[in-house]
């Protein structure tokens, strides 16, 4: 035998076989040490925007790099630069403080009983403010729980996505989803599931329909960090570059599933970006707190599905600065005041300087901005509470048998007689 | 009329809604330019184009997951799990997508999808080519499950659940694919030509889902059953000589209570049949439906025949599967109570 064969058995060089070993990813600071994220590498390299009928095979670098516009110095740069004027910027981040400050009331809701849960989107308001603004109005999203920008950057009633939060008589759920779990096909807001992933092959499938009839919208989708392990999330990527499928597959990875850091979901030895490269897909890493990078990302995405290249992975970089949800407590399993050492900053304020620093915008513009936008979320607060909140005012039992078929059959109307009036 | 297999009929359901519905796509592993492992889609890529009968990747949540997406946008896919016992992968977008979307929605959006599967033994296909699970989807609600048991009601009911608003999953007892089969597996094939219910009609036509059949009417003793097991039930009957009712259940949901109550009634006794697994079976409802609807009637304990609660062995397929020896046996115990 010659002393490779050995060695292709696990043997040592003296003959001996090792002990096998595995490896739990860890992260690198854990409650009751500092905060401390200075391993994280931002790729340097500037990528230039590449023109959207390239061959997929010359955007490998895309999956490891970083597309950025706003520097530190809260100036925009580079061929990525979207051409927004300030109006636009001005809407982008006025949809991104109304979802953060509806966050907070409804986090408060829950705080006080009126709702049983709740998951605000701290720190992500980027993402899909943005790409709500790079979609047209009328493609569909099928977002995961954390997107609610998308319906806030789509001018969708505060009232009724707060009415679903109470599970109240104006639910249009009709009180049966978990809070946040909205649904609104006239804002092309797919009903969001709670179970992850699957809504990733399920846009690919709506993308299909869409080109089979001849449509012209598209699909887009987004899934964490965490859920890029699902079977589903490798369906919708088998399944987009197989059939060229004109959809956009967003990875969120905001570093957190829970307590579980993106080491767990494989995030150590790749990016989230590279899982396109073995599927023959695009993948593109962008800063997610970076307005402008992802909406100019996501608008190359855009017209490149639309000039039948097919689908792009987009890793979203981006940190979960609140809890997983209003049943969480961070501070379980991160040191406290991870958030804030986020090396790409805070998205609402990062668009703020820059419009500041475009001389478009002011810190006292800013703070009325805010007061108005309270007054908008306490005034429709107020409205939704009129329609009851949890336990009080829920829709009536009977209707708990409706939409399970699109007709009751024989044994439904047997049990709501059962369950009376 | 012209005399079809089960598969030429099942073939014809999709041909008929493939040109009724532009909206009706169909695909699946091996579906497309080959037409499938069973044949079921034989021609229709030819006929209809690559864009609406396709072939796909190996990924049952795929297949399923895909069907779900263009459900909710408005088409009617109609998909193919190539086996029964492969349907697993996609029990997630089954249950918790498919069948959920509707309510979770409050009705915004829903997926009318059918799923087609053949099931079931008798082929000798061990454990990964024979299981019949239908009890499992069953069990779950705004799923509709229908299994035929010939080729008329087969091409019946599968235009019934592709014109369906609701998700349907609808098994094919891949052993009555080219016949009639009763049980009897030392004898030889039986083919569908020469059975009435061979006898197909060429267009559209449709079995209403929630419809069970009374393929022999009888006062002694109420059976039970479908799919395969009701051409063994039908056998056991006549090789018995008992004057049994035998009922082909067709769509186990939603489940035609009123047929069923209204033959218990008539003979005081009851036999379910079927070929899945005994424990959480879907024979364990029917004998408790039977039993809240039909108790001052019995005359006898319902009686339960069903495969045996283990994997399907391929050796001993023979000793597994519920033949007309066994069925005339429980039919035996009902009467002599």
Redesign the interface.
Known sequence: MTSSAAGGRGATAEGELRPLRFHVPEPKCRPGSSPDLSSIELPTQVLPRPAIDTPRERLHEYAYGLIRVLGDDHRASGDWAPSLDADQLRQGLRSMLLTRLFDQRMLRAQRTGKTSFYMQCTGEEAIAVAQAMALEPND?C?PSYRQQGLLVARGWSLVDMMCQVYNNSA????G??LPV?Y???EAGF??I?G?LG?Q???????????A??GDTRL?ATWVGDGTTAE??F???L??AA?YRVPVLLNVVNNQWAISSFQGIAGGEATTFAARAIGYGLPGLRVDGNDFLAVYAATRWAIARARAGHGATVLELYTYRAAAHSSSDDPSGYRPDGEAACWPLGDPVERLKQHLIALGEWSEERHAALTEELTEEVKVAGKEAESHGTLGRQTPDPRTMF?????DL???LLRQRDQLGN | MPSMTMIQALNSAMDVMLERDPNVLVFGEDVGYFGGVFRCTAGLQKKYGINRVFDTPIAEGGIVGAAVGMGAYGLRPVVEIQFADYIYPAMDQLTSEAARLRYRSGGEFSAPITVRSPCGGGIYGGQTHSQSPEALFAHVCGLKTVMPSNPYDAKGLLIAAIEDDDPVVFFEPKRLYNGPFDGHHDRPVKPWAGHPLGEVPEGYYRIPLGQAAILRPGSAVTVLCYGTMVHVALAAVEESGVDAEVIDLRTLVPLDLETIENSVRKTGRCVVVHEATRTGGFGAELSAQVQEACFDYLEAPIERLTGWDTPYPLAHEWHYFPGPARVGAALKRALEY
């Not at chain 1, 639910?171 to 009709?174: E, F, P, T, Y």
């Not at chain 1, 990733?200 to 869409?210: E, F, K, L, N, T």
């Not at chain 1, 409706?402 to 699109?406: M, T």
Request: glycine share 2%; proline share 2%; no cysteine.
């Open positions: 569909m099928f639910d249009r759920m009709k049966r989803q779990m649904s609104a096909k797919f009903s599931s179970n699957t990733a092959i399920q846009a690919v499938g709506w993308a299909m329909a869409s089979y009839k699909a079977a589903d490798h369906y919708a088998t399944f197989v409706d939409d399970v078929f699109k059959p024989a044994h």
